[in-house]
């Protein structure tokens, strides 16, 4: 399985940023699970931002509730990630997480590559 992940950058603290993360798998059919995305600053742990679970509950980490929202379109395996009221210390690379299922395989973790949202104060 592999994610494509798009939508970071450079925004001004207050602005917003959508993250976007598609899970392809050459033709395949597959099945997708958890969907999520998890960040890590400079000099810091990777550590979950946002998450869905199959059955569409969330969980966010307790410094982004409120401000950012996470869905998905499940016919096009894409998970979403809107950040509103960003603030400086949402700086960091945002990494695309699911779990799925190949039909030859049982579920694993699949990582995205990675994408840098800054936020300038």
């Known amino acids: 399985v592999q994610l494509q992940a798009s939508g970071g950058g450079l925004v001004q603290a207050g602005g917003s940023l959508r993250l976007s993360c598609s899970a392809s798998?050459?033709?395949?059919?597959?099945?997708?699970?958890?969907m999520g995305w998890y960040r890590q600053a400079p000099g810091k742990q990777r550590e979950l931002a946002s998450l869905q679970t199959t059955d569409g509950t969330t969980r966010h980490a307790d410094s982004v509730k409120g401000r950012f929202t996470i869905y998905r379109d499940a016919a096009l395996k894409t998970v979403y990630l809107q950040m509103d009221l960003l603030k400086p210390e949402d700086t960091a690379v945002y990494y695309c997480?699911?779990?799925?299922?190949?039909?030859?395989?049982?579920?694993?973790?699949?990582w995205g590559q990675g994408t840098q949202v800054t936020v300038s104060s």
């Open positions: 798998a050459s033709g395949s059919v597959f099945n997708v699970y958890d």
């Open positions: 997480y699911v779990v799925a299922a190949l039909p030859w395989q049982g579920r694993n973790n699949y």
